[in-house]
């Protein structure tokens, strides 16, 4: 079983940055493949950017490329989801997960274990 706790999210003025953190405990980090998803109001969820168990390749939802960075320390167990020049559309829950896969993953049926999720709000 792996935990997964996520943390930094809040209230941010659009053209404002956040810095999400995921940490994880239970079996070993580097294990997984990491991901961040995003749910908002009314919608449903949807994949935001993912990493490979080392950190060496990374892929970002359209929407995102270019202002967010997903990053990981595997000696922390600690995921990060750097998000810069934050939108209005970007207000919504955000959730890491945990693929059992080394390579990223981009669809959210592939991940076996999942956070409860931190809150980002963007005004306008």
């Known amino acids: 079983q792996v935990q997964l706790v996520e943390s930094g999210g809040g209230l941010v003025q659009a053209g404002g940055s956040l810095r999400l953190s995921c940490t994880t405990s239970?079996?070993?980090?580097?294990?997984?493949?990491m991901g961040w998803f995003r749910q908002a109001p009314g919608k449903e969820r949807e994949f935001v950017a993912a990493?490979?168990?080392?950190?060496?390749?990374?892929y970002y939802a359209d929407s995102v490329k270019g202002r967010f960075t997903i990053s990981r320390d595997n000696a922390k167990s600690t995921v990060y989801l750097q998000m810069n020049n934050l939108k209005p559309e970007d207000t919504a829950v955000y959730y890491c997960?945990?693929?059992?896969?080394?390579?990223?993953?981009?669809?959210?049926?592939?991940?076996?274990?999942w956070g409860q999720g931190t809150q980002v709000t963007v005004s306008s």
């Open positions: 990493i490979n168990w080392s950190g060496d390749n990374t």
């Open positions: 239970g079996r070993t980090f580097s294990s997984y493949a």
């Open positions: 997960a945990a693929a059992e896969y080394y390579s990223l993953r981009r669809g959210g049926y592939e991940y076996d274990y």
